[in-house]
Structures are given as structure tokens and as C-alpha cells.
């Protein structure tokens, strides 16, 4: 836009940016720096001018291990614990909801009958509250449950799903899945849709098999779609709180504990309220988080060019 | 039989005739195999939730669970005030029913609903068995939207007015914050759009802390308005504005100046009603993320009168033990308007996320 607006006063755009940039001043950037200041001083305290400086011993209680493959010699036990969970759970609910999108995107985009139906389906729970979910499951999972009443009538016996450790580990990942693996299903779906037909036609033209078109064009043609997805699904997958923090509490014991549920508990619901060590933690988490995009980004556009 | 066996044929029919009618081969029974497994294990769990919801406590408590809320099945017998339960009974080698007048230890007295004349029956309660019947109970939503003093209430009222404000806060300030870095050329456009944008980065689970604070000191700890204000700018949704203000012709701003419209009746009048379309894939996303929202109010809203509605779901079994009716209606109450809203505008909210890889 050029010559139009030669008339118009020079901060009349930013009088109209004024609102969204004082938002973000205050909730975003300043947030930002006053967990810089809080992860260094200590004290129960939440004003920070009644904070007693302490350098980086924040950091080093929360790092401070006597083996780092046994969180029980932590002078933060629950931290590692929940980090430990975070380097099983990410992983395997990454793999799981992705591979599960993949495969129904690519059973969408099939020449199938009622196909706005099926992506609804697979769809809502994305539009349900992580507690509506965690309610949802723990109504369906109870002992004297709907999964407990159908195994019972082939034959099996009761189970406690969710008092278990790994029961209540599994569970929780597929829970998650469930709710969230409709949103990447329609990304995906999305980027398979934009696939050119002809490509397809040519394949079938030299009869290659399914695996052979699916291995050889799909995956290939859908990789900068399927990278976005990993990443969101990473950052959102180590930040997983709600659901489990209803679904489990994040037991049994601390079977099921995510780092943020960790950092809610530290800054907010065990008292002494301890914001500097939850500041702390929430510095590392961002600073992971921001490492992995930064690296994805890097090794994609590397591996774009070669 | 001859019935459904067209009945099967139709609808094989109906699958395997594929568009452009080739027909189908083993790859399409494995895709609606999966699909239809995909059906069961996403709708069954929330299917069974409502249906649970409108059973009876006592339903609610057996195991194992019937699929259908059912109630006892009652009949009027003259002579009695209310309807009796109706059981079947027993004697010898045939089967009555009767209808149960009082129970007393392992006996039952009962009566012959078509002749009551005939006066009490004594039946030793292993030969009888309730006769049940289908029956959507709604007491689990009238005692759930009558009880605890009204607080349901006051949490539709709050997660309402959060969701509402928060959203149509979120569209006039988005949108114009858009319509500066889409119609304005003016040093450090680009940097406030980076700014923006640069705001994904900081997902409020990393700065719980600090917006505690910083909500806390303007005075908004259990305060609605503490949880909308930490939320309302949304860059993702500046982003789709903004893009989508890009494809507005400037001739039409151009023709307005030239009425000397002022800027803002430029924006108010002329920009965001063309803006719609994007305006409502944000309104929809805004809506429902104001409505789900947790983490954030579980830190900032303590107070019972102040929940949202996820909050008083999430924080109802531990008081009043659990009533896993009233918790079930709750359940289903939380996820009513957004479900509706969904099978509505379930084509929007796809392509929009298709779009953007938003939420």
C-alpha cells in the first residue's frame, strides 16, 4: 500500500497497535523477564522486592543429583521423576499420535463414502475440555466400569486400570492420543489433499504396490507437513498437564507426573509456595522447548537443501 | 430373513460401489474396518457418559453396567396411593407378576395388580426379579442445577462471561492490530508483527509464575477478569486477520479517504465487516479455547463463587463425596454447547485448522 495514506498521521498505525502491544508488554514480554528474576531469588515471598537474591541456587537444587539415573538421590526427587516421565511419555505419545493421524488421514483421503462424517468423528474430542476428557475416561475406566463390564462378560477378570503404575501410564497415554490426535489428523489430511492427483495416476500407470507409493510419494511429498506436526505435537506432548492432572493426579505415587504438573505444584498448590524453584523449572522446560524448535528448524532446512 | 438378507446386500451394495464406480478391493474393507473400529473407540466413551448421565444413582451403582438407564417398571393398584414396582415371580414351576407393597427382611409382600381384592402375597425375595424399563431419568440434572446453593450457576455465568468478553475483546483488538500490519506502510511494521508472533514462544505454562504475580498486583487474583486480560491477544489470530485484511483492495480504502472517512470508521465500517470470514474462524477458535480453558484459571480463580465450569468439574469429587450422577450431568453439561456448536460448524473449524495449525 503506497500512496493512500500519505494523508494519515504517522502514529495513527500504531494507535491501533497500541492495545495488542500493551497486552503482550504485560503478559508475554514482562512475564518473561520476571521469571528470569524470580528463578534467582528465593523465599516464599511472591513480591519480588521482598526476594532475597540468591544467585543460581535455584538451578542447582533443582540439577543437583547424586546419580542422575536414580532420582531418589536428587535433592529434587520429583523434578527427575517427572523429567524421567517426560523422556518415556514424549516419545511414545508422540510416535503413537502421529502414527495413529498418519494412518487415518491417509484412510480419509481415500475415495471413501461418508468421509465428513468419519473426520468429525475422529475429530471432536479435539473440542472437548481436557477435564470433560479426563471425566470422560475415568467414568469409562472405573472399577465398576463400562471397559471392566465389557471385559467382564468375554470373560476376564476386574482391573484397577488406574491405580497401577504402568497401567496408569499407559492409559494416560492413550488418553492423550485420544483427545488430541484429531487436530493433526486434519493437518495431515490437509497436506495429503494437496498431494497432485497426476503424480498418483503415474504410479498407478507403472503399477508400483501401495507400500511402494505410499514409501515412495506420500512420505516423501507429505515431509514438510509431517515435520510441522512433530514439532507441535513435541512442544505440546512435554507440556501435557490437564488431562492426566484430573485423569490421575499424576499418580499413582508419581507414576504419571508431568514436568508442568510439577511446576504447579511447586509454585501453587504445596505449600510453602516455592516460585522460585517453580520459575526455575519453568526456565529449563522453555529453554528445552526452544532448543528442540530451533534444532527441528535447522536440521529440516539442512536436510531441504541436500 | 429374506429381509435382511437385502438389507446386508444393500448395504454391501453401498460400500462397495465406490465413486466413479470401479469396484472396491481389499484395501477399501481395511480402511472402513479401521474406520469403523475409529467410530467405536471415539464415540462410545462420550456416547456413554450421556447415556450414564441419565441413569438413576442406583443404577449408576451395578455392576455389571446396564448399556440403557433403566428404572423399575411401576403399575397403579387400586387401593394404593402410589404405583407399586412390578416383579417377576416365581411359584412353583410357573411365573406371576405381581406388584411389591413393602419389603420385610428376605420376604416381600405383594399384590395381584389385576386383582388386589385378593389381598398380600408373602414371596421370599430370591424368587422375585425386578422387571425393569428404559427410563431417561432427568433427576441427575435437576438435583445437579438445584443444588450446592446455586454455585452451578454461578460457574455458567462466569465460564459464559469469560468466554463472551474474552472473545469479543479478542476480535476488535486483533483485528486491529491487524489492519495496522495490513494497510499501513510505517517503520517497524515488521517488528511489531515479529513481536507478535514471537509471543508463541512463551506458552503461559512457562510463565505461570510471573502472570500470577503480575495479575496478582493488579488486584485481579479470583477475578474474572484475571483470567481473560493474560489471554485476549492472540497471535495466531492477529496472523490470519492480517492476512486475510492483505487481500482487501487499498482502492477501497483509497475511495473513503477520498470521502474523508477517519481511519478508525475506516477500519469499524469498511475493513471488518469484509474481514468476516477470517473474523469468524478466530471467533470460533477464541470461543472454544475461553471455554476449555484450565491451567490458567486453576492458578488464578480460588474461590468457589469464581470458578469456571471446568474448575467446579474438576474440583467436584472432592467435596461431597462423589455423586457420580450429578458429576456425570455436570460432565455432559460442560461439553453441550461446544458439541452443538461443532456438528454445526464442524466444516469451518477444519479448514481452519487445516489453514493455520492452529487451536
Not at chain 1, 474430542?125 to 462378560?153: E, F, I, K, Y
Not at chain 2, 416365581?90 to 389385576?114: C, F, H, S, Y
Amino acid at each position: 500500500m503506497g500512496s493512500g495514506d500519505r494523508g494519515v498521521r504517522r502514529w495513527v498505525p500504531w494507535l491501533f497497535l497500541a492495545p495488542n502491544l500493551a497486552i503482550i508488554a504485560v503478559f508475554s514480554l514482562l512475564p518473561v523477564l520476571v521469571n528470569v528474576m524470580y528463578s534467582v531469588t528465593g523465599s516464599d515471598n511472591l513480591w519480588p522486592s521482598e526476594r532475597p537474591f540468591v544467585g543460581f541456587e535455584n538451578f542447582s537444587t533443582l540439577l543437583e543429583c547424586g546419580n542422575y539415573f536414580d532420582p531418589a538421590t536428587c535433592s529434587r526427587d520429583l523434578f527427575w521423576r517427572a523429567v524421567g516421565n517426560a523422556i518415556v511419555f514424549v516419545p511414545t505419545q508422540v510416535a503413537v499420535m502421529i502414527g495413529f493421524a498418519l494412518v487415518t488421514a491417509i484412510a480419509l483421503n481415500r475415495n471413501i463414502r461418508a468421509r465428513g462424517f468419519f473426520r468429525g468423528v475422529f475429530f471432536f474430542p479435539v473440542m472437548l475440555s481436557p477435564v470433560v476428557v479426563a471425566m470422560t475416561w475415568l467414568w469409562v475406566l472405573q472399577r465398576d466400569g463400562a471397559l471392566n463390564g465389557v471385559l467382564g462378560a468375554l470373560g476376564f477378570e476386574q482391573v484397577t486400570w488406574l491405580t497401577d503404575p504402568s497401567r496408569a501410564f499407559r492409559w494416560s497415554v492413550f488418553v492423550t492420543v485420544w483427545a488430541h490426535m484429531g487436530f493433526y489428523t486434519i493437518i495431515l489430511l490437509a497436506g495429503l489433499q494437496s498431494i497432485p492427483a497426476d503424480i498418483y495416476e503415474a504410479a498407478k500407470m507403472d503399477r508400483a504396490s501401495p507400500w511402494r507409493v505410499f514409501t515412495r510419494i506420500t512420505l516423501p511429498m507429505l515431509k514438510p507437513v509431517l515435520l510441522v506436526v512433530f514439532i507441535l505435537a513435541v512442544i505440546r506432548s512435554v507440556q501435557t498437564f490437564d488431562e492426566i492432572y484430573v485423569l490421575t493426579g499424576g499418580g499413582p505415587g508419581t507414576a504419571t507426573k508431568m514436568i508442568v504438573h510439577y511446576i504447579f505444584d511447586t509454585g501453587f498448590a504445596v505449600m510453602p509456595r516455592n516460585y522460585g524453584l517453580a520459575a526455575a523449572a519453568s526456565l529449563i522446560l522453555g529453554a528445552a522447548l526452544f532448543v528442540f524448535t530451533a534444532l527441528q528448524m535447522r536440521l529440516s532446512r539442512g536436510g531441504g537443501n541436500a | 430373513m429374506p429381509e435382511a438378507a437385502t438389507m446386508a446386500a444393500g448395504a454391501w451394495a453401498f460400500v462397495a460401489r465406490r465413486r466413479g464406480g470401479i469396484r472396491a478391493d481389499w484395501t477399501d474393507w481395511v480402511t472402513y474396518g479401521y474406520l469403523l473400529l475409529g467410530v467405536v473407540v471415539m464415540l462410545a466413551p462420550v456416547l456413554w457418559v450421556v447415556l450414564s448421565s441419565f441413569k438413576s444413582e442406583g443404577n449408576l451403582m451395578e455392576f455389571p453396567p446396564t448399556l440403557w438407564p433403566e428404572a423399575a417398571r411401576t403399575v397403579e393398584v387400586r387401593g394404593y396411593p402410589r404405583p407399586l414396582p412390578i416383579y417377576e415371580v416365581r411359584m412353583g414351576n410357573a411365573t406371576t407378576t405381581l406388584a411389591q407393597v413393602r419389603r420385610v427382611g428376605i420376604e416381600a409382600k405383594m399384590v395381584d395388580p389385576a386383582r388386589p381384592e385378593a389381598g398380600l402375597i408373602t414371596v421370599p425375595i430370591e424368587d422375585a426379579k425386578p422387571l425393569r424399563e428404559f427410563h431417561l431419568g432427568t433427576e441427575n440434572y435437576r438435583r445437579l442445577l438445584a443444588s450446592a446453593g446455586g454455585t452451578i450457576w454461578s460457574s455458567i455465568y462466569n465460564t459464559v462471561f469469560i468466554t463472551v468478553v474474552a472473545t469479543v475483546i479478542t476480535l476488535v483488538m486483533n483485528s486491529m492490530a491487524a489492519f495496522a500490519l495490513s494497510k499501513y506502510r510505517f517503520r517497524g511494521s515488521g517488528a511489531a508483527l515479529m513481536a507478535i508472533l514471537a509471543t508463541l514462544m512463551v506458552p503461559a505454562t512457562i510463565v505461570l509464575v510471573p502472570i500470577y504475580l503480575i495479575v496478582s498486583e493488579l488486584r485481579l487474583v479470583n477475578n474474572v477478569w484475571g483470567v481473560i486480560l493474560p489471554v485476549i491477544s492472540t497471535p495466531t489470530g492477529v496472523f490470519l486477520l492480517r492476512q486475510y485484511m492483505l487481500t482487501i483492495p487499498d482502492e477501497l480504502i483509497e475511495a473513503a479517504r477520498m470521502d474523508h472517512a477517519s481511519e478508525w470508521r475506516i477500519f469499524w465500517k469498511l475493513i471488518l465487516p469484509l474481514a468476516t470470514p477470517a473474523l469468524a474462524v478466530v471467533a470460533i477458535f477464541s470461543i472454544m479455547s475461553r471455554w476449555n480453558d484450565f491451567l490458567l484459571p486453576l492458578v488464578i480463580l480460588n474461590k468457589p463463587e469464581v470458578y469456571t465450569l471446568q474448575l467446579a468439574l474438576a474440583g467436584y469429587s472432592d467435596e461431597n463425596g462423589i455423586q457420580y450422577g450429578m458429576l456425570l450431568a455436570m460432565t455432559t453439561l460442560t461439553a453441550l454447547p461446544l458439541a452443538l456448536g461443532f456438528i454445526f460448524l464442524q466444516r469451518y473449524i477444519t479448514t481452519g485448522i487445516a489453514s493455520t495449525g492452529i487451536k
